[in-house]
T-cell receptor, first 110, second 114 residues
Framework: DAKTTQPPSMDCAEGRAANLPCNHS???????VYWYRQIHSQGPQYIIH???NNETNEMASLIITEDRKSSTLILPHATLRDTAVYYCIVRVRSGSRLTFGEGTQLTVNP | DVKVTQSSRYLVKRTGEKVFLECVQD?????MFWYRQDPGLGLRLIYFSYDVKMKEKGDIPEGYSVSREKKERFSLILESASTNQTSMYLC?????????????FGPGTRLTVT
């Protein structure tokens, strides 16, 4: 499985965009980039995923570099409720286990 | 919206007790998973199931068993609870086999074994 590297923590002002980076330089051609988040004492929440094209949904945008070695999750207008640990995951084959690393603790400040 | 529910948010059991953790999903998902999450160790897969009456071991199956008698329900069983099984237990489900199906998680059960 490709390993991911994320900064341990980031801060963002409420209402501003939060840009969370992830490095995955050993990603394979058939592996997707997934983002989940986990608010304290709750189960993880799926955010978005992509293969090589940029993706956008109601929660966030995902920008993947052309060489697929890194990606950025963008929360366009962060709110206090977006304070959570954000996990970047490169998906293993055949739809089985998710492996979370340490993630990035995003703190949105008023 | 996908809904995954777990029978309890908090549970306290004694060493040696048999413990049942129940998980139900309402989206007709084929796959269901049980994980435990511990500080510094991240998320670890215990068991998963691709179909009714089918189960496969994950990374840390020792001390656990599972049951999937109906598609929507996946139970985790601790045959004889031990203190090292104190943890947050997370159930998840996903649509089907494949490379890109996202997993949806329940709220978690925080189990304390005394």
């Amino acid at each position: 499985d490709a390993k991911t590297t994320q900064p341990p923590s980031m801060d963002c002002a409420e209402g501003r965009a939060a840009n969370l980076p992830c490095n995955h330089s050993t990603i394979s051609g058939n592996e997707y980039v997934y983002w989940y988040r986990q608010i304290h004492s709750q189960g993880p929440q799926y955010i978005i995923h992509g293969l090589k094209n940029n993706e956008t949904n109601e929660m966030a945008s995902l920008i993947i570099t052309e060489d697929r070695k890194s990606s950025t999750l963008i929360l366009p207008h962060a709110t206090l409720r977006d304070t959570a640990v954000y996990y970047c995951i490169v998906r293993v084959r055949s739809g089985s286990r998710l492996t979370f690393g340490e993630g990035t603790q995003l703190t949105v400040n008023p | 919206d996908v809904k995954v529910t777990q029978s309890s948010r908090y549970l306290v059991k004694r060493t040696g007790e048999k413990v049942f953790l129940e998980c139900v999903q309402d989206m007709d998902h084929e796959n269901m998973f049980w994980y435990r999450q511990d500080p510094g160790l991240g998320l670890r897969l215990i068991y998963f199931s691709y179909d009714v009456k089918m189960k496969e071991k994950g990374d840390i199956p020792e001390g656990y068993s599972v049951s999937r008698e109906k598609k929507e329900r996946f139970s985790l069983i601790l045959e004889s609870a031990s203190t090292n099984q104190t943890s947050m237990y997370l159930c998840a489900s996903s649509l089907g086999r494949g490379l890109s199906y996202e997993q949806y998680f329940g709220p978690g059960t925080r189990l304390t074994v005394t």
